[in-house]
T-cell receptor
Framework: GAVVSQHPSRVICKSGTSVKIECRSLDFQATTMFWYRQFPKKSLMLMATSNEGSKATYEQGVEKDKFLINHASLTLSTLTVTSAHPEDSSFYIC???????????FGQGTRLTVV | GIQVEQSPPDLILQEGANSTLRCNFSDSVNNLQWFHQNPWGQLINLFYIPSGTKQNGRLSATTVATERYSLLYISSSQTTDSGVYFCAVRLGGFQKLVFGTGTRLLVSP
């Protein structure tokens, strides 16, 4: 199967700082990538759809200025949590589908803790 | 929006037992996947199964799209099967996957 790599796997940051999470498709190109958020013992909720070379599409209720998404190439999307607060602490996970493929693959996830 | 419900929410099994997990969805879909989320959070692809039946070792899945449900069968369960199982669906014309509520499985030795 296709491989999606996410980095870092775990990060602790202070309130008010920004954190960048990278999502890379290692063996395929992806015009579109997806960012999900998961709270403890809950399901995955889509935050935004990242589109290569254009603006991301955010789900209702997701602050686009808080969660900045950049999809600068066909193999890399980044999520930046700006001015992080403790309530932003969560598990963030990205997904991508090879162009022309219908099966989605997921990164390892990033556990963010804001102190 | 579409609702994706999984049952049971929690399941405890003895090693060696069989189980059936269910995924019900409220609208027609053109893509359905089953995932296993391990204790470290990694989502592992189990099946891409918009319709029909597939088998992979001790696991098999069946999707009856016309009746809007899918089943995941786990036979001869092992402790390494523990974790959370999610189904996720994609509606026609949309790219995003909508996840189900999940089934948390614990297999004890």
């Amino acid at each position: 199967g296709a491989v999606v790599s996410q980095h870092p796997s775990r990060v602790i940051c202070k309130s008010g700082t920004s954190v960048k999470i990278e999502c890379r498709s290692l063996d395929f190109q992806a015009t579109t990538m997806f960012w999900y958020r998961q709270f403890p013992k809950k399901s995955l909720m889509l935050m935004a759809t990242s589109n290569e070379g254009s603006k991301a599409t955010y789900e209702q209720g997701v602050e686009k200025d808080k969660f900045l998404i950049n999809h600068a190439s066909l193999t890399l999307s980044t999520l930046t949590v700006t001015s992080a607060h403790p309530e932003d602490s969560s598990f963030y996970i990205c997904s991508a589908r090879p162009n022309g493929n219908t099966e989605a693959f997921f990164g390892q996830g990033t556990r963010l803790t804001v102190v | 929006g579409i609702q994706v419900e999984q049952s049971p929410p929690d399941l405890i099994l003895q090693e060696g037992a069989n189980s059936t997990l269910r995924c019900n969805f409220s609208d027609s879909v053109n893509n359905l996947q089953w995932f296993h989320q391990n204790p470290w959070g990694q989502l592992i692809n189990l099946f891409y199964i918009p319709s029909g039946t597939k088998q992979n070792g001790r696991l098999s899945a069946t999707t009856v799209a016309t009746e809007r449900y899918s089943l995941l069968y786990i036979s001869s369960s092992q402790t390494t099967d523990s974790g959370v199982y999610f189904c996720a669906v994609r509606l026609g014309g949309f790219q995003k996957l909508v996840f189900g509520t999940g089934t948390r499985l614990l297999v004890s030795p």
